[in-house]
């Protein structure tokens, strides 16, 4: 299957400081990315959808300033969360789509730790 | 009642055992079936997929959907302790737009027992 990568894989900041995430489609171009939060022993929540060149559209309740998201290329999309707190520690994960309709690739994920 | 349900476990067998994973839905326009596996600390991985009814195998894994009962599964065959991870069901209307959400249940934690 296609190849998505994360980067980092895990980060530790402190409160207050912004955190870059992102999310590469290594041999597919991905028209959509889809991000997601994961609690631990819980589903996948989506946070928001983008495509490549537009705004992100973020689902309800997910606060589009403090979550930027940029689809710069067919490549790459970042997930920036800003002016961290304790409560956004979670495991963030990309998922990318591509030529083929079925086929949604998940990144690795990043364990982000807020102190 | 959500949308996708899945009994979250744990799950635990035996090597060799048959495993039998369920989800049930609730919107009857769901026509793509999704089985991820995703390993601790992982991403996802997808496994199977399946369109509208029927049966659909890849070597020892079988995914089944019934959509007259809103119910899907996935059997796993002669298991091994690899196997050992949280399997995700997921589904969505459509899969060729943007706007062609992939719900996801819950997961259910399945160990396989050497």
């Known amino acids: 299957g296609a190849v998505v990568s994360q980067h980092p894989s895990w980060v530790i900041c402190k409160s207050g400081t912004s955190v870059k995430i992102e999310c590469r489609s290594l041999?597919?171009?991905?028209?959509?990315m889809f991000w997601y939060r994961q609690f631990p022993k819980q589903s996948l929540m989506l946070m928001a959808t983008?495509?490549?060149?537009?705004?992100?559209?973020?689902e309800q309740g997910v606060e589009k300033d403090k979550f930027l998201i940029n689809h710069a290329s067919l490549t790459l999309s970042t997930l920036t969360v800003t002016s961290a707190h304790p409560e956004d520690s979670s495991f963030y994960i990309c998922?990318?789509?591509?030529?083929?309709?079925?086929?949604?690739?998940f990144g690795p994920g990043t364990r982000l730790t807020v102190t | 009642q959500k949308e996708v349900e899945q009994d979250p476990g744990p799950l635990s067998v035996p090597e060799g055992a048959i495993v039998s994973l369920n989800c049930t839905y609730s919107?009857?326009?769901?026509?793509?079936f999704m089985w991820y596996r995703q390993y601790s600390r992982k991403g996802p991985e997808l496994l199977m997929y399946?369109?509208?009814?029927g049966n659909k195998e890849d070597g020892r894994f079988t995914a089944q959907v019934d959509k007259s009962s809103k119910y899907i599964s996935l059997f796993i065959r002669d298991s091994q302790p690899s196997d050992s991870a949280t399997y995700l069901c997921?589904?969505?209307?459509?899969?060729?737009?943007?706007?062609?959400?992939?719900?996801f249940g819950p997961g259910t934690s399945l160990s396989v027992i050497p």
């Open positions: 998922s990318a789509r591509g030529g083929v309709p079925y086929e949604q690739y």
């Open positions: 399946t369109y509208s009814s």
């Open positions: 983008s495509n490549e060149g537009s705004k992100a559209t973020y």
């Open positions: 041999d597919f171009q991905a028209t959509t």
């Open positions: 919107n009857s326009a769901f026509q793509y």
């Open positions: 997921a589904m969505s209307v459509g899969v060729k737009t943007s706007y062609d959400k992939v719900i």
